[in-house]
């Protein structure tokens, strides 16, 4: 939990996906963040003081250094954006 509150600390890129943002509501790192993850865990993130955006499986939510998804649909866009907070340039797509 002090390498993810490290993370957020010094604002460096942070993915999760469906059930990891439970790592995050357990280090207390999702106060007024904007996040998705498996619908079970939708309370979970509101309780952590997080915004809960319920997306469909393939979709990813980004804000700021943060990337989650819901699934394992998502992980074309999750990575997709994941890269993009990263600074890599994603061309012929």
């Given amino acids: 939990l002090e390498i ?3 993370f957020f600390d010094a604002n460096k ?5 469906c059930h990891g943002l439970q790592v995050l ?3 207390g790192v999702l106060q007024g963040r904007t996040a998705t993850a498996y619908p079970a ?3 979970e993130l509101t309780l952590a003081g997080a915004r809960f955006e319920e997306v469909s499986a ?3 939510v980004v804000d700021g250094n943060l990337v989650t998804a819901p699934a394992w649909p998502a992980h074309p866009e999750w990575l997709a954006q994941f890269l993009k907070v990263l600074g890599v340039r994603i061309e012929g797509v």
């Fill in 58 to 60: 393939d979709k990813a």
């Fill in 13 to 17: 890129p942070v993915a999760a996906i």
């Fill in 25 to 27: 509501t357990a280090a």
């Fill in 41 to 43: 865990v939708g309370p």
């Fill in 4 to 6: 993810v509150r490290h």
